[in-house]
C-alpha cells in the first residue's frame, strides 16, 4: 500500500466517522438519527426518498420531528417540527411515540399519543375521574413545508397507554388505531382491567382532511396488553394489517393479527403467536412489504421473530441469540432480501445496542450481520432498503 493510499484510507475512515457511520459488512451501513433523535420512523415512497420521523427532548413532553432525504439517507433536509403545542409529544416507554405513514400523492401522515402538556386532552376516565392522554394526528400540508395543527381523535374511548399507529393508501385513505376501554362499559360488562381494552380505528376517506367517530376494529373480546404498542400497514394491494398484544385472562399476551380487504370497514383476526406472563412487556411490532408480500414481526418471551408473507404457513424465523431482544423491525429489498433489526438490552431509561441479520428472499440468514453498541435509553434502530439493494440502519 502507497502512502497516499493509506492517507485517502484514513481520511475517508475520519469522515464515516465524523458522519456517525459505519459499515458491516458488503451491504448494511448504521448511521446516527439526525440530531441525535430517538425513535427513528422510515417509510420509502415510490421515488425513493426517505422519510425519516424522529423524537426530541424531554422524554415525557418532548417534540416530533420530520426530515427526508433523497439521496439514501446520505443527507437530511431540515426538520419540521410535527407538533404545534411544544412538548405535546412523549418517549418514555419506548413504545408511546410517534409513527408515521406516506400516503396519496406521499403526502405525509403522522400519530402519537399526546403527553401531559398537550393543549388537548382525551375522554374523562371515569375510573380516575380526569382526562386521559389524547390520540393525536397531524399530517403535512399541501404546499409541503409544515405540519398541519395536530388533531385528537378519541372521543368514545378511553385510557390511551401504548402506543397508537396510523397506516395509509394511495387512494386518499388514511388509518389511525389505538387500544382503549369503551366509554360505553356496557359493551365491556364483566370484563375488569386490560380485558376491558379493545383495538379501535378511525378512517379518514378524504387523505386526512376529517375522520369519523372511532369505532372498535374487532369485536372479539381477547383484551389488549396496555403498555405494549400497535403497529398498522396497507399493502400494494390496499389490504390493511395491524399487529397488536392481547391480555386475555392477564396472563395470555399473545399476538394477534387483524387483516381487511375492505379499507378497514371490517376485520378478520387470527391468532399469530402464543405468550403466557402474567406481567406487560412493553413491546412493539413492525411490517415491511417485499416482492414475496407483506412480512411481520414481534417479540415472544425476549426472543425477536419474523414471519413471511401473509397467508403462508411457514413458522416464524427467530432471531439468532440474544440478550433482551426488543423492538424488531423489517426492510425488504427489490431482491426480496430481507433485513432484519432489533435491540438488545436496552429497559426502562436504559439504553442498549441494535442487532442485525440479513436474510435471503428464502427466509435463510446470509453472512451480513452484526451488533451495534450505542442506542440510547426509549430508542430503537429503523432499516431502509436503498435502491441499489443495500441496506441502511438509523439508530
Sequence with gaps: MTRRTALALS???????????????????????????LQPQVEVDSEGVVHLLYYEG???????????????????????????????????GTIRGAQLAIGK?????????????????????????????P?????????????????????????????GTVAADIHGNVYVLWHGVPLDLKSGAGAEGEARRQVWIS??????????????????????????????????????YALYRSATQAVHRDIYLLSSKDHGKSFQGSLLHKWNINACPMSSMDFAQGPQGVFSAWETGGEVFWKPAMGET???????????????????????????????????????????QLYDRTGKAISDKGTVDGVPAWSFAAPVANADGSFTILY
Excluded at 390520540?135 to 374511548?157: K, V
Aim: charged letters at 25%; glycine letters at 14%; aromatic letters at 8%.
Design 11 to 37: 481520511l475517508a475512515a475520519t469522515l464515516e466517522i465524523a458522519r456517525g457511520e459505519t459499515k458491516h459488512g458488503s451491504r448494511v451501513r448504521v448511521s446516527r438519527v439526525p440530531n441525535g433523535g
Design 58 to 92: 424531554d422524554p415525557f413532553k418532548g417534540d416530533v420531528f420530520y426530515t427526508r432525504s433523497s439521496d439514501g439517507g446520505e443527507s437530511f433536509s431540515k426538520a419540521l417540527r410535527v407538533n404545534s403545542t411544544e412538548g405535546s409529544a412523549v418517549a418514555a
Design 105 to 133: 400523492n406521499r403526502r405525509v401522515h403522522v400519530a402519537w399519543n399526546g403527553s401531559a402538556a398537550s393543549e388537548l386532552q382525551g375522554p374523562i376516565n371515569p375510573d380516575s375521574g380526569k382526562p386521559g392522554a
Design 135 to 163: 390520540m393525536l394526528y397531524s399530517r403535512l400540508n399541501d404546499a409541503g413545508t409544515t405540519f398541519e395543527p395536530e388533531r385528537n381523535l378519541m372521543h368514545r374511548s378511553f385510557g390511551l397507554d401504548g402506543g
Design 203 to 240: 378512517r379518514s376517506e378524504d387523505d386526512g382532511r376529517t375522520f369519523p367517530t372511532e369505532k372498535p376494529a374487532w369485536q372479539e373480546a381477547t383484551g389488549v396488553c396496555g403498555c405494549c404498542g400497535m403497529k398498522a400497514f396497507t399493502s400494494r394491494d390496499g389490504s390493511l
Design 314 to 356: 411457514t413458522e416464524p424465523i427467530k432471531a439468532r441469540a440474544g440478550k433482551g431482544q426488543k423492538h424488531p423491525r423489517l426492510a425488504a429489498n427489490k431482491a426480496g432480501d430481507v433485513l432484519f433489526v432489533w435491540t438488545e438490552s436496552t429497559g426502562w431509561k436504559k439504553g442498549g445496542s441494535l442487532a442485525y
